[in-house]
């Protein structure tokens, strides 16, 4: 029987050994490139565990997050996803508050949210001395700022694997904002860097990316 196509996505096949926090963060990182993200639920009771769902804004955010993570390999077991079976009732309230909702209304208005991304440049709380945000020439390494507290090598590596070329991801001893992402060559470090700039790992961390300074 097929299911209809609807704005939520359930996951299952997932490795039951990860923490149910960690796998949300690390779920979140890598289905947020589809779209907003309204809500993200993982139980660890007995019947529920090693499944998760994705409750995305719009249909067509659900859509392509099935088809492009089919398989998708995470944490070392391929991800089965279908939609949900019925609406979540979040989206269910969604739709009688707002029949025709326009593209852009946020759920929760808050200042920074509404910003454009590209205007944050100047406002980096973590700025680093030496004038390491200014643009470097292109090459194989990536220099990443911004990143939240909860940023884990896995995280990273899930986001960044899905580019050709991926080498490895280095985090810096004693500061979680920072790491650095090695790829073949400045080609394709430059396709991953234009495509995940500005990327939320988290809704209020649009993670920065620089070339690394030689």
Request: hydrophobic residues 35%; charged residues 25%; glycine residues 4%.
């Amino acid at each position: 029987m097929d299911i209809r196509p609807n704005n939520t996505i359930y996951i299952n096949n997932l490795n039951e050994k990860v923490k149910k926090e960690e796998l949300k963060k690390s779920i979140y990182a890598i289905f947020s490139q589809f779209g907003q993200i309204i809500d993200i639920v993982a139980m660890k009771t007995l019947k529920m565990r090693g499944q998760a769902f994705v409750i995305f804004k719009e249909i067509q955010s659900s859509t392509n997050a099935l088809r492009s993570m089919q398989g998708f390999p995470f944490y070392d077991k391929p991800m089965r996803i279908q939609y949900a079976k019925q609406d979540s009732d979040i989206i269910s309230k969604l739709k009688g508050t707002f029949q025709e909702r326009p593209k852009k209304v946020r759920l929760q208005p808050s200042s920074t949210e509404d910003l454009p991304r590209k205007k944050k440049k100047n406002k980096d709380p973590n700025r680093v001395p030496g004038g390491a945000n200014a643009e470097q020439p292109p090459n194989q390494i990536l220099f990443l700022t911004n990143l939240p507290d909860e940023t884990s090598e896995m995280m990273l590596s899930m986001l960044f694997n899905q580019f050709p070329g991926f080498k490895e991801v280095r985090l810096v001893p004693n500061r979680h904002d920072i790491a650095f992402v090695e790829f073949e060559n400045e080609m394709q470090s430059g396709a991953a860097k234009d495509a995940l700039q500005g990327f939320k790992i988290t809704p209020t961390h649009a993670m920065k990316i620089s070339f690394a300074k030689k």
